[in-house]
């Protein structure tokens, strides 16, 4: 049985999207790869980035966003996140608190 090769460019496709995704193994599964080769092609790329070599851009959206601006984002999401539990909780206690016949989870 002989080894499959696989392009650069490939490689560099499955790695900018497993970094997307955060999980190499699904980026296998839906690709007919091996976890374990996915993981490694990921490995290498960050070693390969330590070093100096350019890092793949990861595109989100039609724009490129730095880390900063993306983590900027992801704070204001989760602080939403939890003004929505906050408030949803506020409500179950209303409900309750008025009609206690209702059975709230």
Avoid at 1 to 30: C, H, P, T, W
Avoid at 74 to 98: C, P, Q
């Amino acid at each position: 049985m002989q080894r499959k090769r696989y392009s650069q460019e490939f490689k560099d496709q499955i790695v900018k999207e497993s970094l997307e995704v955060g999980n190499a193994a699904i980026v296998a599964r839906k690709n007919d790869l091996s976890a374990n080769m996915v993981s490694r092609w990921v490995r290498e790329h960050k070693n390969h980035n330590s070093i100096g070599i350019g890092p793949i851009p990861v595109r989100i959206g039609p724009y490129n966003q730095s880390a900063k601006a993306l983590e900027s984002e992801n704070e204001k999401l989760k602080k939403l996140l939890g003004e929505k539990d906050l408030e949803i909780a506020i409500l179950k206690d209303l409900v309750k608190k008025t009609n206690p016949q209702f059975k709230i989870k």
